[in-house]
């Protein structure tokens, strides 16, 4: 592996005097250079972050095992990854196309860095649009039994190896079961600026209190509906004159730009979850 590759360590602790010194110092030890850092320090919470990104060096099992064990000793919470490596998206959708064409846009020309293995969908309606671009779809109907179609839906994305799950407009509340194969690893785009307007028919909501804007949010997906630490969010200006379908078109746009964003940032390693929150690095 050439140094054309590059390699991410997200970093999680404790703050205290000298951290900056100490990680800078452990990869400086093992001939590691640091192209591009980053940090943020929660006082409240005592806690600090830390995105360092390098280039792969020669021999870069061993290095990647002394770092490894120098960050263990340090007491850091770490994550390790080659970037080349790239994850393998899940994209479950409804009715709704424009999140999900969106998303497969982006990652056919390049822009989003990933495998894509499977569309999974409650609904046969976007079949033909999805496996015309060359993508496997898979139809898995609810037809009564959530708890069944969800087995298979997850029997499928470990089939498929899915690190990502992306529910691109997916008009379905997932089981606890589900979210917990999946921690902070299910990316959700919700139409609305959330906290406001959670749960169903958002713009609805948004027009009967009279709001000047709408907005989207992606968020990681817990238990808790519509609560789970948010990735990005997104707003656009609307009047006393626009209609819920209206705002329903001037958001879609928002939910497009807001649920790439999101799943770029986690492809790149760029997101610490903790907690309700999330430090995500530019």
């Known amino acids: 592996m050439t140094s054309t590759h590059r390699a991410v360590v997200r970093i999680?602790?404790?703050?205290?005097?000298?951290?900056?010194?100490?990680?800078?110092?452990?990869?400086?030890?093992?001939?590691?250079?640091?192209?591009?850092?980053?940090?943020?320090?929660d006082a409240e919470a005592n806690l600090f972050f830390q995105r360092i990104e390098f280039p792969v060096p020669e021999g870069w099992e061993r290095v990647r095992t002394e770092l490894t064990k120098g960050l263990d000793a340090l007491g850091m919470q770490h994550s390790l990854r080659v970037l080349s490596e790239r994850l393998r998206v899940g994209v479950l959708i409804s009715k709704h196309a424009h999140c999900g064409m969106d998303?497969?846009?982006?990652?056919?020309?390049?822009?989003?860095?990933?495998?894509?293995?499977?569309?999974?969908?409650?609904?046969?309606?976007?079949?033909?649009?999805?496996?015309?671009?060359?993508?496997?779809?898979?139809?898995?109907?609810?037809?009564?039994?959530?708890?069944?179609?969800?087995?298979?839906?997850?029997?499928?994305?470990?089939?498929?190896r899915v690190d990502l799950v992306v529910l691109a407009r997916y008009m379905q509340i997932l089981t606890s079961g589900f979210v917990a194969a999946y921690p902070n690893r299910i990316i959700n785009i919700h139409h609305s600026f959330l906290p406001a307007f959670a749960g169903a028919e958002p713009y609805r909501q948004a027009f009967r209190k009279g709001v000047k804007l709408v907005g989207a949010t992606s968020h990681y997906v817990t238990e808790q509906l519509d609560e789970g630490p948010i990735i990005a969010q997104g707003v656009t200006r609307v009047s006393h004159r626009d209609t819920v379908a209206d705002m329903e078109r001037k958001g879609r746009d928002l939910e497009r730009v807001v649920l790439a964003e999101a799943v770029r940032c986690h492809l790149e390693d760029r997101i610490i979850a903790y907690g309700h929150k999330t430090v995500v690095f530019e």
Do not use: M, W
């Open 12 to 41: 999680t602790g404790p703050d205290r005097p000298g951290i900056v010194s100490d990680v800078s110092g452990l990869l400086f030890k093992l001939g590691l250079n640091i192209h591009h850092a980053d940090q943020h320090l």
């Open 103 to 160: 998303i497969l846009d982006r990652h056919r020309t390049g822009e989003l860095q990933c495998e894509v293995p499977v569309i999974i969908s409650n609904h046969p309606d976007l079949g033909p649009e999805f496996t015309r671009r060359g993508y496997t779809f898979v139809h898995e109907p609810i037809a009564g039994n959530k708890a069944e179609q969800e087995r298979r839906i997850l029997a499928r994305l470990a089939e498929e």
